[in-house]
């Protein structure tokens, strides 16, 4: 199939541009506040998709599981919905254009900016021994992605937020100076399933480097470890099914894992508990969480089994998604005053 022009590319609809990084299994978290909007976003809009590998070797990483981790992440994110024929799905290294843009926003972008972002903070207190250059200017690599395919809209968990905002300033900055050039996007999170936080530590976000495996629910994990997960699964001394909003508790965090994927609201759910406690309600979410996962996961054993299909589809998206940034690229490198050839 010849690769679809850019500009043939659904016209007239709203463009989405979302990335994952390739950095291990895909957590609950990711699945809920990202990617199962994107698989419904493609309806909708125009919408590009990446595996943000370049972003994933800000920490060190071992060269085997890195290409397994990202060719599984790109069979999971098909089975999870994402359309290869609805929408472009590539792996960010495969397009060189990220890299070149992401160094020219480097010189738009103020060391302030960059030193406030949370991520940093708490990466460069998590691996002290690697504080390299790229993790610092990660949030430019990340503009660059987002602004060379003109996105609108960004659907994002809550912690991208920053990022996409700071997104916003830097284009705003570069069309300041140069007149209009890039589309100023605005983050999209979800209302619910936007912040998934750790089952062990209900105050911290979940996230896949968490040490303690019994924190973290992964796409792949089998019904028995779910279920052993939420029945151990850190809760306060209460009995009753109750969403308490100012208090990060882990009963609200199981609530919003449950609402999530049942869409029911609070209210809803603190009726069908009413009275049960809390070691029904954890089978209940645990049941939820298993019977959404199953028709993924066996989707993603027959992907992942046709290396073939995965590899014709990352290389037709690269070509297509090449095609689109390089306008953009050359457009922002003429207004800057490179003789562009
Ligand atoms: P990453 O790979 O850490 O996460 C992918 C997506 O999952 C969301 N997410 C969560 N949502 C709810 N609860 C959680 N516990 C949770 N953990 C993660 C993230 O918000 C994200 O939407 N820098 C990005 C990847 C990226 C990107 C981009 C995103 C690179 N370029 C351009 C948007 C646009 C990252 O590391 O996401």
């Excluded at 290294?93 to 900016?113: K, M, N, P, R």
């Excluded at 991520?119 to 691996?127: A, G, I, L, T, V």
């Excluded at 999170?189 to 750790?198: C, D, E, F, L, N």
Aim: charged fraction near 25%.
């Amino acid at each position: 199939m010849e690769a679809k022009k850019g500009n043939e590319y659904k016209k007239n609809k709203e463009t989405i541009f979302s990335a994952i990084q390739p950095s291990g299994a895909m957590t609950l978290g990711n699945y809920l506040g990202a990617i199962k909007n994107w698989s419904e976003l493609q309806e909708n809009y125009k919408c590009i998709f990446a595996l943000a590998d370049l972003h994933t070797i800000t920490v060190r990483q071992n060269p085997e599981n890195f290409r397994k981790n990202t060719i599984e992440l790109y069979a999971l994110l098909l089975a999870c919905g994402i359309n290869p024929e609805k929408s472009l799905f590539f792996i960010q290294s495969h397009v060189h254009t990220h890299s070149e843009l992401a160094w020219i926003l480097d010189c738009y972008t103020q060391f302030g900016e960059l030193s406030r972002m949370t991520q940093f903070k708490d990466k460069s207190k998590k691996y002290t021994d690697n504080i390299n250059a790229g993790l610092f200017s990660y949030p430019a690599l990340m503009a660059a992605d987002i602004l060379l395919y003109g996105a609108d809209l960004i659907p994002v968990g809550e912690d991208q937020k920053q990022h996409v905002e700071l997104t916003r300033n830097i284009a705003q900055r570069f069309n300041g100076i140069y007149g209009e050039t890039f589309v100023v996007p605005e983050a999209f999170i979800p209302k619910t399933g936007a912040r998934i936080m750790s089952l062990q530590n209900p105050k911290s976000k979940m996230s896949k480097s968490e040490l303690n495996p019994n924190a973290c629910i992964f796409l792949t994990d089998s019904q028995d470890t779910i279920i052993k997960k939420f029945k151990r699964a850190v809760t306060d001394s209460g009995t009753q099914v109750k969403f308490t909003p100012e208090e990060k508790t882990g009963i609200n965090n199981l609530m919003n894992i449950y609402s999530t994927f049942e869409n029911k609201t609070f209210d809803e759910i603190e009726k069908e508990f009413e009275g049960k406690g809390y070691g029904v309600f954890k089978t209940a979410v645990a049941e939820s969480v298993i019977a959404n996962l199953l028709p993924i996961q066996e989707k993603f054993k027959e992907y992942i089994s046709d290396k073939e299909y995965l590899q014709k589809k990352y290389r037709q998206s690269a070509i297509t998604a090449l095609e689109i940034s390089e306008n953009t690229l050359k457009r922002a490198k003429e207004k800057i005053g490179f003789i562009v050839n």
